[in-house]
């Protein structure tokens, strides 16, 4: 009888210890999902920073192109302006002969002449900066589709090198992760990752 309860009893202990370890192991698995999630989320977060911050340049150096383009055309307009008054003021006074008028008849001529020129300065000056526009507009929507195509394939890139990861990690060609940072970071988003 004292035997067959020895016998119970380290059966007992045995199965009480299989259980600890078990539920030992179940804790440890959950600990670590649980820092891989954190880490992962970490990860995410980062890159979202990154993101906001890359996006917060792009649109600082458009700013500046924008101005520096701005004071550009400033410059071009004003260089145009007195080109225009003066080829348009020569013209008029050789077409009315102001040379040959009296003082009185010659200055009313040139405040014709003047506001005349201002008119179509102001015409064409109105046709130059719509069509400056409309070359604006053009290059800003080739500009974010392609700031839109290389997100995309920035994306994709990602995408497909943390699923391929564990099969072509230690022989992946030079280049094609910008920098060794990067490469860390897909590992850490792919945990079945080993360098080689």
């Known amino acids: 009888m004292l035997r067959r309860d020895e016998i119970f009893q380290k059966m007992k202990a045995?199965?009480?210890?299989?259980?600890r370890e078990k539920q030992l192991l179940e804790e440890l698995?959950?600990?670590?999902?649980?820092?891989?999630?954190?880490?992962?989320?970490?990860?995410?977060?980062?890159?979202?920073?990154?993101?906001r911050e890359r996006q917060k340049r792009e649109m600082q150096e458009a700013?500046?192109?924008?101005?520096?383009?701005k004071e550009q055309q400033?410059?071009?307009?004003?260089r145009m302006?007195?080109?225009?008054?003066?080829?348009?003021?020569?013209k008029f006074a050789e077409d009315d002969k102001l040379e040959q008028l009296n003082a009185?008849?010659?200055r009313m001529k040139e405040l014709e002449h003047k506001r005349e020129v201002e008119r179509l300065w102001k015409d064409k000056l109105e046709m130059y900066r719509a069509e400056k526009e409309r070359e604006l507009e053009e290059r800003r929507i080739k500009e974010e589709?392609?700031?839109?195509?290389?997100?995309?394939?920035?994306?994709?890139?990602?995408?497909?090198?943390r699923e391929h990861l564990p099969s072509i990690d230690g022989f992946l060609p030079k280049g094609l992760v910008e920098k060794p940072k990067d490469l860390q970071?897909?590992?850490?988003?792919?945990p079945t990752s080993k360098p080689r």
Do not use: D, H, S, V
């Not at 698995?29 to 993101?51: D, Y």
């Not at 302006?81 to 020569?90: D, K, P």
């Not at 995309?152 to 995408?159: A, D, F, H, Q, V």
């Not at 970071?185 to 792919?190: I, V």
């Open 14 to 19: 045995e199965q009480e210890r299989e259980l």
């Open 29 to 51: 698995r959950e600990e670590l999902q649980k820092e891989e999630g954190a880490a992962l989320q970490r990860q995410r977060e980062q890159e979202e920073i990154q993101k």
């Open 63 to 69: 700013e500046r192109i924008a101005r520096l383009q």
């Open 74 to 78: 400033r410059a071009e307009e004003q």
């Open 81 to 90: 302006e007195q080109e225009f008054r003066r080829a348009m003021l020569q």
């Open 104 to 106: 009185a008849k010659r």
């Open 145 to 161: 589709e392609e700031r839109r195509r290389q997100a995309i394939i920035r994306e994709e890139k990602e995408r497909l090198l």
């Open 185 to 190: 970071t897909l590992r850490r988003t792919n």
